[in-house]
């Protein structure tokens, strides 16, 4: 999971168009989660851009060291830079990529907003302990998931284990984007699993009622994991995103 030196791990940007995308790779994954997607949407015209978050593609002790602000700063420097290249502009993320394009939709004036898989809510106990928690388990070990087997495997690169302090830092990116949610009102297009075990299925409608866009729309998918972006329904992504943002 974790050769970030692969050509489909590197951040990506695909100039060419008056559209353009911002793509948000989620807490400890890379820029092979959205490559797929970025590939897609840039062969319909749309211009896409896929960035790296710090602490991300090196090791779980280099993610240790980024900081809720260094996400904030990171995703507002792209999507600044993006918003004055491009007629249009769009912010899509997953998972914690997803709660970044939503805060940074709530920032700066976007004309779409997608957040994929975005947790408003989680169904992992221990995250507000993670504080707590830290000193005495440093490392938290993901479990083996057989859903993962259905993923597209040349494409899942991330961390398989994580500090536990790094929890704080998404803790905080939940909270502050849940807390805005208002601010929002360019078109929203939620999307998320049915069989996502990660997210609550709550945090769909959280968002949809969150918001104060006049134009909301929500795909559910059905059988695709946490990391759908690169499972085979991703395409059903691409396409109700393409059609969304035209």
């Avoid at 948000?24 to 820029?31: E, L």
């Avoid at 947790?119 to 000193?135: D, E, G, I, N, Q």
């Avoid at 083996?144 to 991330?158: S, V």
Wanted: aromatic share 8%; with cysteine.
């Amino acid at each position: 999971m974790d050769d970030f030196s692969l050509p489909q791990a590197q951040p990506f940007d695909f100039p060419e168009g008056k559209h353009g995308v911002l793509l948000i790779h989620g807490f400890t994954g890379s820029p092979a989660h959205m490559r797929l997607l970025g590939d897609d949407l840039h062969s319909r015209g749309f211009a896409v851009r896929g960035i790296l978050l710090p602490g991300h593609g090196k090791t779980p002790a280099d993610m240790g060291k980024a900081t809720w602000q260094d996400y904030f700063r990171c995703v507002r420097e792209q999507a600044l830079d993006m918003r004055g290249k491009y007629k249009t502009f769009t912010v899509a993320g997953l998972s914690m990529g997803g709660c970044l394009a939503l805060w940074a939709a709530e920032q700066i004036e976007a004309d779409f907003c997608v957040p994929i898989a975005a947790p408003m809510k989680t169904t992992a106990r221990f995250r507000a302990l993670a504080p707590v928690l830290s000193p005495v388990y440093p490392m938290v070990h993901k479990r083996a998931d057989g859903a993962r087997d259905t993923l597209i495997a040349d494409y899942d690169i991330g961390y398989d284990s994580y500090p536990t302090v790094s929890v704080h830092a998404l803790n905080v990116v939940i909270s502050r984007t849940r807390r805005d949610l208002n601010l929002i009102r360019c078109p929203v297009l939620v999307i998320q699993s049915r069989n996502d075990k990660t997210v609550s299925p709550e945090s769909p409608g959280i968002i949809l009622s969150g918001v104060c866009s006049k134009r909301k729309d929500q795909l559910w998918l059905i059988d695709a994991p946490h990391v759908c972006t690169i499972s085979p329904e991703y395409p059903k992504i691409t396409e109700k995103m393409a059609e969304f943002l035209r």
